[in-house]
């Protein structure tokens, strides 16, 4: 059997949640009994307990002992969305750095749960493949790699990119392709090439904090946009902000931003463009978790639509792949000589190693089976992460329902505040984003972001119902 091929029981669990969601199968309702079910399917009676099993993992099921399986009546999905933000409709300075360092100190701390930090497990990641590409390139030809790279770049590693931007319909000379020491320098380039200490740069509500981070050390302003859990920014925001103000540039995700989960629908991304290129406001790009998409497509990033002209597309491997390699790149058209010359500035070239080792893994075809196999994982403990959330948070919690990344944005009750609950976190051993270092005017204080990037275990499972436990507690002091 192909290894990136679902296995039958997760067929079978695809199909009965198919079947929940078209409203076959009601909650409530009892499933066939496994006999029953494995016979149907042409399937060994253990390969459909998997199935129930891993329906009930994920809180779509429930087991009664003696009777069978039941449609759940609280699935994932049941908690509210969280609201559409509303920030304050002026640029403000960002002021960020300290609080993220912070945050990031104790994201790094190993002996904590870790929810704290959108970063892929390293168990999850092809890393002996990786080791091995790296280590055979070193050893075949180290020296000859212990040089400067060519200036955009090992041209190898932006030849794969370039194909893979072709497949959803983006066709990019490698020529326009620069690799950066990840998508964070990536930005940072596109920023730096774009705009003036003082400028104002439109961005999601809530978004990354270290883009705020980034802004702040280039001394520009935020303004930060009404943004959707679901459809993404409010585009008539953008528009009265446009008609009022000079705007530099606006930096939005391409889908599932970090930390809602949101992806502005191929429609809106089009108007999005063209208002921009009305009032020539340049947009970057940030698409480091398209790969980790959960639908059918890829949701196609903005530099594949309406020609891309105006467009500064930002990514990385650090979601998907590799965060150690330190490796993303920038794509863009007329301002890629802009690009360079900053790239020159910040850090001159990328070290060669990690390219070459990246080039050669995208090119055995190794990553697509790769993405196959973390796209299921994300996604199924998104889905556990939301049961837990539904079995333990207060009443009234919200919960985003991305449809790819592996964050989740909670939303608590107003009272509540994250920046309290994170010091009672980590007492508990625990570590979480606290929302307002999602926000440069600081909003947020009764939201968090909880990462599910890691392999899922009992311990991860009871830290998000300590966490949830002790929300109902600082709720009821
Ligand atoms: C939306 C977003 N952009 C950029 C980055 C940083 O990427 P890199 O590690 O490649 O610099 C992150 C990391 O969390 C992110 O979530």
Same mark, same amino acid.
């Given at each position: ?6 296995? &039958? ?15 076959? !199968? ?9 006999? %029953? ?23 779509? !099921? ?19 969305? *969280?609201?559409?933000?509303?920030? *304050? ?35 999850? $990641?092809?890393?002996?493949? +990786?080791?091995? /590409? ?9 020296? /000859? ?16 990119? /370039? ?61 930060? !946009? ?5 459809? #993404? ?31 502005? *629908?191929?429609?809106? @991304?089009?108007? $999005? =463009? ?58 863009? #058209?007329? +301002? ?34 790769? =993405?196959?196999?973390? &796209? ?5 403990? +998104? ?29 608590? *009750? ?11 976190? +980590? ?29 899922? %275990? ?7 119902? @300590? $966490? ?10």
């Amino acid at each position: 059997m192909n290894a990136s091929a679902p296995h &039958r029981y997760e067929r079978l669990a695809d199909l009965i949640t198919g079947m929940i969601e078209v409203g076959t !199968l009601a909650p409530g309702e009892r499933l066939p009994s496994l006999r %029953n079910i494995s016979e149907q399917h042409d399937i060994s009676v253990s390969t459909a307990l998997q199935a129930y099993r891993l329906l009930e993992d994920r809180g779509v !099921l429930v087991a009664r002992p003696q009777s069978g399986f039941y449609v759940s009546h609280a699935r994932p999905g049941a908690l509210a969305l *969280p609201s559409r933000s509303r920030p *304050p409709a002026k640029a403000a300075n960002v002021s960020i750095a300290g609080v993220v360092a912070t945050l990031l100190e104790h994201a790094a701390d190993t002996t904590l749960v870790p929810l704290g930090c959108a970063v892929p497990d390293s168990a999850l $990641l092809e890393a002996h493949r +990786l080791d091995r /590409a790296l280590a055979h390139a070193a050893r075949t030809n180290g020296t /000859a790699y212990n040089v400067y790279s060519a200036p955009r770049g090992e041209l190898r590693l932006r030849q794969e990119i /370039a194909k893979r931007a072709m497949r959803w319909g983006h066709a990019v000379s490698p020529e326009d392709i620069v690799v950066t020491s990840g998508c964070t320098e990536a930005l940072a380039l596109a920023l730096a090439s774009l705009t003036e200490h003082g400028d104002t740069v439109a961005i999601e509500s809530p978004t990354y904090f270290g883009l705020l981070h980034t802004l702040e050390v280039l001394g520009l302003k935020a303004f930060e !946009l009404p943004t959707d859990p679901t459809s #993404g920014v409010d585009v008539a925001a953008l528009e009265r902000l446009l008609a009022t103000e000079t705007v530099a540039a606006c930096v939005l995700s391409s889908s599932f931003n970090n930390p809602l989960g949101s992806t502005i *629908p191929e429609a809106g @991304k089009r108007q $999005l =463009l063209r208002l921009l290129e009305t009032h020539a406001v340049p947009l970057i790009e940030d698409d480091i978790y398209g790969d980790i998409y959960f639908g059918r497509e890829r949701p196609k990033p903005f530099i594949a639509l309406e020609g891309g002209a105006n467009t500064v597309y930002c990514s990385s491997f650090s979601k998907s792949l590799a965060p150690g390699y330190r490796v993303g790149w920038v794509m863009t #058209g007329a +301002l890629m000589p802009r690009i360079v010359e900053r790239k020159f500035g910040f850090s001159l070239t990328s070290a060669v190693l990690p390219q070459v080792a990246l080039a050669e893994f995208l090119t055995s075809g190794g990553y697509d089976q790769h =993405l196959r196999r973390i &796209r299921r994982l994300f996604q199924d403990n +998104l889905a556990r992460m939301t049961s837990a959330i539904e079995a333990s948070f207060p009443a009234g919690t919200r919960v985003s329902r991305p449809d790819g990344g592996f964050v989740l944005w909670v939303e608590l *009750p107003k009272r509540l505040d994250t920046r309290a609950l994170f010091d009672d976190a +980590l007492e508990a051993g625990i570590c979480f984003a606290p929302g307002d270092v999602f926000s440069a005017s600081r909003r947020f204080r009764h939201c968090l972001r909880l990462s599910a990037g890691h392999v899922w %275990n009992t311990s991860i499972d009871e830290g998000v119902r @300590k $966490l949830g436990a002790l929300a109902q507690a600082a709720l009821s002091r």
